[in-house]
């Protein structure tokens, strides 16, 4: 066999501080992550394999979106030709352009296309692949598919089908983890069999419980139960979702922690016994159970407990004869004990930020795996190289229980791919559509650092570089998350969301120098705009007038507060008074780039226009958030004193969509009374099961949509006497 080598394929280039660098460079220009996969950035120091190992030809993945882009970018750099499947709702997506084939599936419906076996099975075979990556979802754990392709002599890049039925469903993963010795959780052996059942088993546990899909994964089946009644609910709410998402809906249930964290052991795997854990991921910020920003590694962990949790993942690997990369996820409370969770038997969406502290390409080591090949280290030579961050940006409203999915079409889509340190993981681009059939990922934000703090400001900065319009996002909650006290500290849990905002996402409360800087803003795009509106560019014609205003009395409101304002022009410059403040501004602005970097007094700040409204009505976004800021003049101020105010409209007598979604059930029919609380419906969104209740006891006066229809936001489902 030939020497273990470490070689860089394809056509990498270095980048840093110094610009691009050869791969001949000195050890100390090693590090650098990828940003986008078509500038070629990408570089794994420490990902091994050997001289002249054989490789696949062809490998078709079986996803969709960024984990797609995420595998074809590993292959390509390794050589290997692609197949991208896809539905026809995704027939203009990315990853079926940069694969070097796209076969269609099916209609949008994932059950139709994504998760139709029959469908992928005669594309691996239509195209010739010789394996296929199911990236993570769909039919990434399931075991008939994995079976499926090993009947007709393809690899599926992942752990066998054994292995994927013994840590997948969860009563059997428990069974067998407590055999290999790992610390387990209080709960019941055995599957849920009814509601009765449930409140039984919770009542002798103990309350909190978790109540969870046996096969689920993702947060999706997954509730917490403090009471008899929230045990049957989430019960049956949980039941119905897992039928929904995986096809198999075994509950079971177990004592729930309460506020400890989530930390998971990452572990690598070949087919000759070699397992090896590639340190944790912090997973504990979460909403609704679904991650929402993870690092590598932890504060908490400790070395001695990092081995104690490294031995017992791959001891539980191994006890399977797992030969892949896969997940333990562990449970963690303030005595840093720890207890096992789940196994997720495929690529973790937070997978990057492994890559970043290691340095190991853990597809391509799926892909070695899949074909045979040993793993080339030992377990001292995976290190911790500095600090990771992932903030998953969705397409949701963080200011509806902290993520409500949104659709619609980018508009405006830039990456902050410019900045050093920043590695994004997409699968969209402007102009593309985010669909209510799959998961509102629009892109996992990747930052690295040689320490923590220096990764948080690289996510901040790239936080406030990232420009998206035509969808609401969450990047406000995140920005506001990163720069919070207790985040900054390491001080979180699971509960982390809720405690820090019991009240749900506000946005951030801007301090009164920074709500001055912003009205500052927003006075000088006005002004900006004014000139602009009185001038003839590129023309001949004689101006209008010659005498330009110079002075501006001014009425900026921010959060139903006034701020008068005394804005001149100075030479090049604008000066903003406000009444125990002066300021000077550059007057050299580019308002028509949609980031603006603003000097006031000297000091940088970083400002987006989100949109300009038109009547002196802007929406700017700061710090993260976005704000309605209104520019009047003093007159125009006066007048609309007068203006009548608008009613708001009494809104406890209609049951609206809170977001896009299908009727999974309507249980109310007109001249039905119900009672405050009382379920009227179910509303399913990206996979998710949401219960619809009446605010008040009324009397229903009209139903809108039934079972099986779509609706929008806002669209009224119920009306009430």
């Known amino acids: ?268 795997c070949d087919k000759h016994g070699n397992a090896l854990w590639l340190n944790e991921r912090e997973c504990s910020i979460q909403r609704r159970n679904q991650k929402v920003i993870e690092e590598a590694p932890s504060t908490f962990v400790d070395p001695d407990m990092r081995r104690r949790m490294g031995e017992q993942a791959t001891a539980l690997a191994k006890q399977v ?40 390409d853990i597809v391509h080591q799926m892909i070695r795996s899949a074909k045979g090949h040993k793993l080339l280290y030992s377990q001292s030579d995976i290190p911790i190289d500095g600090w990771s961050f992932e903030c998953r940006v969705y397409a949701e409203d963080p200011y509806k229980s902290f993520g409500m999915p949104s659709i619609g079409r980018l508009e405006k889509y830039i990456e902050p791919s410019h900045i050093d340190q920043v590695r994004c993981d997409s699968g969209i681009q402007e102009g593309s559509e985010i669909s209510v059939y799959y998961d509102p990922m629009i892109c996992k934000l990747v930052t690295y650092g040689s320490n923590r703090q220096e990764a948080l400001d690289v996510m901040v900065k790239a936080l406030d570089s990232y420009v998206i319009k035509g969808v609401t996002h969450n990047i406000p909650l995140l920005r506001d998350i990163v720069t919070e006290e207790r985040f900054v500290a390491g001080n979180i849990s699971t509960n982390y969301l809720p405690t820090v905002y019991p009240d749900g996402f506000k946005g951030r409360m801007l301090s009164a120098s920074e709500s001055v800087d912003l009205v500052a803003m927003a006075a000088v795009m006005y002004i900006k705009d004014k000139l602009v509106s009185r001038s003839f560019k590129n023309q001949s014609r004689i101006p209008l007038s010659l005498n330009q205003p110079k002075s501006w009395s001014l009425s900026v409101s921010l959060n139903e507060e006034n701020y008068p304002l005394q804005v001149s022009l100075a030479g090049d410059e604008v000066v903003v008074e406000s009444q125990d403040q002066k300021m000077n501004i550059p007057f050299d602005l580019d308002t028509s780039s949609p980031l603006i970097n603003m000097k006031i007094n000297g000091q940088n700040k970083l400002f987006q226009l989100s949109k300009r409204i038109g009547a002196g009505l802007y929406k700017l976004r700061f710090f993260g958030t976005v704000y309605e800021v209104r520019v009047l003049e003093q007159f125009a101020r006066e007048m609309s004193k007068l203006m009548p105010v608008k009613q708001e409209v009494d809104m406890s007598s209609l049951i609206l969509a809170p977001m896009p979604g299908v009727l999974k059930s309507v249980a109310v029919k007109p001249g039905d009374m119900v009672a405050e609380g009382q379920e009227v419906c179910i509303l399913e969104a990206m996979k998710m099961q949401n219960s619809m209740t009446s605010a008040r006891v009324a009397k229903v006066k009209k139903v809108n949509f039934q079972q099986g229809q779509t609706v929008d936001e806002g669209d009224v489902i119920v009306e009430f006497e």
Not at 17 to 26: F, H, I, K, L, T
Not at 94 to 111: F, K, M, S, W
Not at 179 to 191: L, Q, S, Y
Not at 325 to 351: C, I, P
């Open 1 to 268: 066999m030939a020497a273990t080598v470490l070689r860089l394929r394809g056509p990498l280039r270095f980048c840093s501080a110094q610009g691009v660098r050869s791969a001949c460079q000195p050890a100390e220009y090693k590090r650098c992550i990828y940003t986008t996969a078509p500038k070629l950035k990408n570089l794994y120091w420490n990902d091994k394999y050997n001289e002249g190992e054989e490789v696949f030809e062809k490998i078709l993945i079986a996803n969709r979106g960024e984990i797609a882009c995420r595998v074809i970018h590993s292959c390509k750099r390794l050589g290997i030709k692609t197949v991208a499947v896809h539905s026809e709702a995704d027939s203009l997506s990315l990853h079926t352009r940069l694969a070097d084939e796209a076969i269609c599936v099916g209609p949008a419906p994932t059950n139709q296309s994504y998760l139709n076996m029959d469908a992928i099975l005669k594309a691996v075979k239509d195209t010739g692949a010789q394996a296929v990556h199911p990236g993570y979802g769909f039919l990434s754990e399931n075991t008939v598919f994995a079976a499926k392709l090993a009947d007709i002599g393809v690899e599926f890049i992942g752990p066998s089908s054994d292995s994927i039925k013994a840590m997948g469903d969860k009563i059997e993963s428990k069974r067998i983890a407590s055999k290999a010795k790992v610390n387990m959780i209080p709960g019941h052996d055995g599957v849920v069999e009814d509601a009765d059942h449930c409140v039984k088993l919770a009542n002798e546990i103990g309350y909190p419980v978790m109540i969870k899909a046996s096969a689920g994964g993702g947060g999706k089946g997954m509730r917490i139960a403090w009471d008899d009644k929230e045990a049957r609910d989430s019960y049956r709410l949980s039941k119905q979702e897992a039928a929904s998402s995986f096809g198999d809906d075994r509950m079971l249930i177990e004592k729930y922690i309460d506020n400890p964290r989530h930390i998971e052991m990452q572990v690598l």
């Open 321 to 360: 004869q797992y030969s892949s990369a896969g997940t333990v996820e562990f449970l963690v409370d303030s005595q840093k004990n720890f207890y096992f969770l789940e196994m997720n038997t495929r690529l973790q969406v937070e997978h990057p930020i492994t890559e970043c502290i290691t340095g190991i």
